[in-house]
Structure formats: C-alpha cells, structure tokens
C-alpha cells in the first residue's frame, strides 16, 4: 500500500511538473513553436511520461489551458456570500472579476486559444463554455436572487448578466488581440463603468 501511494505521489508530482513546464514555455514561446520536447527538457522525465499522462501535445494544451482558465463562479459565489447591497457587491465583483480576467497568464493563455481556435473550433467552444459561460449563468443567478428578494431592477437577470460580463471580458479580448492597447483600465474608470451600469439598470441606490 505504501508503495502504490509513493507511486501515485511520485506521477502526481511529475504531471505538476510537466503541466507547469509546458504552461511556461507556451506563453514565452508560443504553442506552435514549442516542441514535447522541450518540455520534457525543462520539466524532466521523459516523452514516454508525457504521452501516457496526456496523449499527445493538444492533450497537454487542453490541461494547461483548462486548469487556469476556470470560470469566474466561484468568485462570484465568494462575493456574494460576503454580502451587502447590489451596487456594493457589484462594485467588488468589477474589481475581482477584472484582475481575474486580465491577469496576463490568462490574457496569454486566451491568445493561445484564439490561434487554436483556427484548427480546432471545438476546442474554443469548449474554453468559452468553462469560461464565459459558467461566469455568466452565475451572474444570472445572481440578478435572479436580487429579484426573488424583491429588489426592483430595469432588464432580466440574463441580458444583466450578458451586459455585466461584457463590462469586463471586452478589455480581456482587447488585451488579447492588441497584446495592450491605448485604453485605460484605471480603477476610476472600472468605477466608472459600474456606475453607469448601475444607472442604467435602476441598482445604483439598491
């Protein structure tokens, strides 16, 4: 039995490594250009490993891409649980979600995607649905919620939470695509945005 666990701590550990290996070597090299290889060489161990763990090159993009790039829900969740008025919670949200979503791994990572999506457009529908989507529907709930306990709001919770999320990932994309641009994302006008959406939508006083 002891044996069996080191064994699985060992390939564990190994999987990290690899992942983390080939996470690195994508954002500085770019996908195409980066071999098994030269992961194995950065990572250790040996091709054998990395075709048994992960099937092939796409298999290890898939698990590189997939374990950073999880949905906003949770933040989402945490904030809400926190609790306070929807203007408040929504302020907080803007903030979190945005250093979620333009952190420059994700930011690279998304780059990435957008280059496979080219040859392999289930691989970016796959992406945006534990992305986007998952972030979205969360949001949705949440409006829900806010209405279910009697708060008055202009729109339903689905197009609040389209209009909402689009405040945030529009900035991702612009990064993205431009690898930075002349826009500014200074708290002011984050701030700034969230208060229009909160006119817009009747919550600024909620």
């Not at 099937?55 to 969740?77: P, Q, R, T, Y």
């Amino acid at each position: 039995m002891t044996t069996c666990v080191s064994d699985f701590c060992r390939l564990d550990r190994r999987k990290r490594a690899i992942v983390d290996a080939a996470r690195t070597l994508f954002i500085e090299q770019g996908y195409e250009r980066t071999t098994v290889g030269d992961i194995v060489e950065k990572a250790g161990g040996s091709l054998s490993t990395v075709y048994k763990v992960f099937g092939s090159k796409d298999g290890l993009l898939e698990a590189v891409v997939f374990e950073k790039a999880g949905s906003g829900e949770a933040i989402i969740n945490r904030t809400m649980s926190q609790g306070g008025s929807p203007a408040a919670v929504l302020h907080r949200l803007t903030e979190e979600l945005r250093a979620y979503f333009l952190d420059p791994e994700m930011v690279a990572l998304v780059r990435i995607v957008i280059s496979r999506s080219i040859e392999d457009r289930n691989f970016a529908q796959l992406f945006y649905e534990r992305t986007a989507t998952r972030t979205d529907r969360a949001l949705a709930r949440m409006f829900a919620q806010w209405q279910q306990d009697g708060v008055e709001m202009v729109g339903d919770p689905e197009m609040l939470a389209e209009i909402f999320l689009d405040l945030i990932v529009s900035d991702l994309h612009v990064e993205a695509i431009l690898h930075g641009s002349e826009r500014t994302h200074s708290p002011e006008r984050v701030r700034a945005r969230t208060e229009f959406f909160l006119a817009g939508t009747n919550l600024a006083d909620r």
